[in-house]
C-alpha cells in the first residue's frame, strides 16, 4: 500500500503534467491511508528509531483514523507528542501525514506590506517544515525595493527555512502567479497577494478542506482592513465576523484612520462554482486562493493579460465552465487590505469586465 501510495502521488504536478481521474484520486486516497495506518500500526518496528514506539493502545488508536485531524495530535507543531513517541517518529510521522504546501506571494512596489504578509506565513499552525514560500518581485522598480527584499530576507531567515525571492521581469500578476507556481514543489500552492495577511489557521484550515473535499481549487471568505498597521496588532488576530453588520469602518472625514482597528466584515459570501451566477458576478472568490498543483497544471494557470484586472474571476470562471471542483471555505481566512494602489482603483472596469467574460464567450 505505500508503494502505490508514493507511485499515484508521487511527482512535482508542475505544468504539463495529467490530472489524475477519479478513480485514480480516489485509489491514491485509499491507499494512502491503509499506508499511513499501517505504518503508524508499527510503531517502532518503522525503522527510524531504536527507541520504544506507542504502546498497543496508542497504536490502535492511531491506525482506526488516518484523517488530517487525528494525526495532527501526534504531529502537531505546538503541542506535546502522544506519549511513547519518539522524535524521530515524529519527524517521518510529519512528513508521511501532512502535503507539503507552497505560499507564493507576488509583490511590486510594497516592501512594507510585504513584510506584514511574509511574517503572517511565520505565524502559521501549519508545521513548518511542510511550508515552502516563494515571494515572486515583478520587476519592482521603486528606489531601494530590492535593498528591502534582502533586508526581510536576512530578518525572517530565508535561507535557513528553504524560501526565496524570484526577481522577475514586470510580467504583471497573472505571469508572477505563473512563474511562482512554476517554481513551486507543494501538493498545494496558496497565492496570495503582498497586501493581504494570513490568519494563523489558514493554510491548516484550507489543508484539511481540500483533502476532506478533494477539492482541485479552494476560495475563502475574508475580512476588510484598512491603514498600513498589522491587522489585529500582529499574530493577535482579529475573529473573524462573515455578515452584513460592519464593523469599525474607516475613520471619519478629517480624522487619522486606526491602522489597526479601520476594518470591516464583507456583506457577501461567496458561493463557489456557480456557473450561472458568476456570468453576472464574481461569485467564486477573491485572487487569494488554494489550488491543487496537479489541477492547476492541468487547466494551464492565469492568463497574463498586462494593465487588466479581474485574472481571478477569469481563471475561476474557466474552472467552473470546465468541471472543475471549486468550493468555498465559509470563513474569513485572510485580511483584503484596501490601499490607494490597489487594482480595484488603477485598472479599467470595461477591459477586466470583457477579460472575466472570456471563459463564457471562447475570445
Given at each position: 500500500?505505500?508503494?502505490?501510495?508514493?507511485?499515484?502521488?508521487?511527482?512535482?504536478?508542475?505544468?504539463?503534467?495529467?490530472?489524475?481521474?477519479?478513480?485514480?484520486?480516489?485509489?491514491?486516497?485509499?491507499?494512502?491511508?491503509?499506508?499511513?495506518?499501517?505504518?503508524?500500526?508499527?510503531g517502532?518496528?518503522?525503522g527510524?528509531?531504536?527507541?520504544?514506539?506507542?504502546?498497543?493502545?496508542?497504536?490502535?488508536?492511531?491506525?482506526?483514523?488516518?484523517?488530517?485531524?487525528?494525526?495532527?495530535?501526534?504531529?502537531?507543531?505546538?503541542?506535546?507528542?502522544?506519549?511513547?513517541?519518539?522524535?524521530?517518529?515524529?519527524?517521518?510521522?510529519?512528513?508521511?501525514?501532512?502535503?507539503?504546501?507552497?505560499?507564493?506571494?507576488?509583490?511590486?512596489?510594497?516592501?512594507?506590506?510585504?513584510?506584514?504578509?511574509?511574517?503572517?506565513?511565520?505565524?502559521?499552525?501549519?508545521?513548518?517544515?511542510?511550508?515552502?514560500?516563494?515571494?515572486?518581485?515583478?520587476?519592482?522598480?521603486?528606489?531601494?525595493?530590492?535593498?528591502?527584499l534582502?533586508?526581510?530576507?536576512?530578518?525572517?531567515?530565508?535561507?535557513?527555512?528553504?524560501?526565496?525571492?524570484?526577481y522577475?521581469?514586470?510580467?504583471?500578476?497573472?505571469?508572477?502567479?505563473?512563474?511562482?507556481?512554476?517554481?513551486?514543489?507543494?501538493?498545494?500552492?496558496?497565492?496570495?497577494?503582498d497586501?493581504?495577511?494570513?490568519?494563523?489557521?489558514?493554510?491548516?484550515?484550507?489543508?484539511?478542506?481540500?483533502?476532506?473535499?478533494?477539492?482541485?481549487?479552494?476560495?475563502?471568505?475574508?475580512?476588510?482592513?484598512?491603514?498600513?498597521?498589522?491587522?489585529?496588532?500582529?499574530?493577535?488576530?482579529?475573529?473573524?465576523?462573515?455578515?452584513?453588520?460592519?464593523?469599525?469602518?474607516?475613520?471619519?472625514?478629517?480624522?487619522?484612520?486606526?491602522?489597526?482597528?479601520?476594518?470591516?466584515?464583507?456583506?457577501?459570501?461567496?458561493?463557489?462554482?456557480?456557473?450561472?451566477?458568476?456570468?453576472?458576478?464574481?461569485?467564486?472568490?477573491?485572487?487569494?486562493?488554494?489550488?491543487?498543483?496537479?489541477?492547476?497544471?492541468?487547466?494551464?494557470?492565469?492568463?497574463?493579460?498586462?494593465?487588466?484586472g479581474?485574472?481571478?474571476?477569469?481563471?475561476?470562471?474557466?474552472?467552473?465552465?470546465?468541471?472543475?471542483?471549486?468550493?468555498?471555505?465559509?470563513?474569513?481566512m485572510?485580511?483584503?487590505?484596501?490601499?490607494?494602489?490597489?487594482?480595484?482603483?488603477?485598472?479599467?472596469?470595461?477591459?477586466?469586465?470583457?477579460?472575466?467574460?472570456?471563459?463564457?464567450?471562447?475570445?
Open positions: 500500500a505505500a508503494a502505490i501510495a508514493a507511485g499515484l502521488l508521487g511527482g512535482s504536478g508542475r505544468f504539463g503534467s495529467g490530472r489524475p481521474r477519479a478513480r485514480q484520486r480516489r485509489l491514491a486516497r485509499a491507499s494512502f491511508g491503509l499506508a499511513t495506518a499501517g505504518l503508524l500500526a508499527q517502532g518496528g518503522l527510524v528509531s531504536s527507541r520504544p514506539g506507542p504502546s498497543d493502545g496508542q497504536r490502535q488508536r492511531l491506525a482506526a483514523s488516518t484523517s488530517f485531524g487525528v494525526v495532527r495530535l501526534l504531529v502537531g507543531p505546538t503541542g506535546p507528542q502522544v506519549a511513547g513517541c519518539s522524535p524521530e517518529m515524529d519527524v517521518f510521522a510529519r512528513s508521511l501525514a501532512l502535503p507539503k504546501v507552497t505560499v507564493v506571494i507576488t509583490h511590486y512596489n510594497r516592501p512594507n506590506f510585504l513584510v506584514q504578509a511574509v511574517a503572517s506565513i511565520t505565524r502559521q499552525s501549519y508545521p513548518p517544515s511542510m511550508l515552502e514560500l516563494l515571494v515572486v518581485d515583478d520587476g519592482s522598480t521603486a528606489e531601494g525595493a530590492r535593498q528591502s534582502r533586508r526581510m530576507e536576512l530578518e525572517f531567515g530565508f535561507e535557513r527555512r528553504g524560501w526565496r525571492v524570484m522577475e521581469p514586470n510580467r504583471y500578476l497573472g505571469g508572477a502567479r505563473n512563474a511562482g507556481f512554476a517554481a513551486s514543489q507543494g501538493k498545494y500552492v496558496l497565492f496570495m497577494d497586501d493581504n495577511y494570513a490568519k494563523s489557521y489558514e493554510v491548516e484550515a484550507l489543508v484539511r478542506a481540500a483533502e476532506g473535499a478533494n477539492a482541485d481549487a479552494l476560495t475563502s471568505g475574508l475580512d476588510f482592513v484598512t491603514g498600513k498597521g498589522e491587522p489585529g496588532g500582529g499574530p493577535r488576530h482579529l475573529e473573524p465576523r462573515m455578515g452584513p453588520t460592519p464593523k469599525v469602518a474607516a475613520a471619519e472625514p478629517g480624522r487619522r484612520a486606526d491602522p489597526i482597528k479601520s476594518r470591516t466584515s464583507p456583506s457577501f459570501v461567496f458561493l463557489g462554482a456557480s456557473r450561472n451566477v458568476g456570468l453576472f458576478k464574481n461569485c467564486f472568490g477573491d485572487a487569494n486562493s488554494f489550488f491543487r498543483s496537479s489541477s492547476f497544471a492541468e487547466f494551464g494557470g492565469y492568463t497574463e493579460d498586462r494593465n487588466v479581474y485574472e481571478d474571476w477569469e481563471l475561476y470562471s474557466k474552472l467552473a465552465m470546465a468541471g472543475y471542483d471549486l468550493q468555498t471555505v465559509p470563513r474569513a485572510y485580511f483584503y487590505r484596501f490601499t490607494s494602489g490597489s487594482m480595484q482603483k488603477t485598472t479599467s472596469y470595461r477591459a477586466s469586465r470583457r477579460r472575466a467574460l472570456r471563459a463564457y464567450t471562447h475570445v
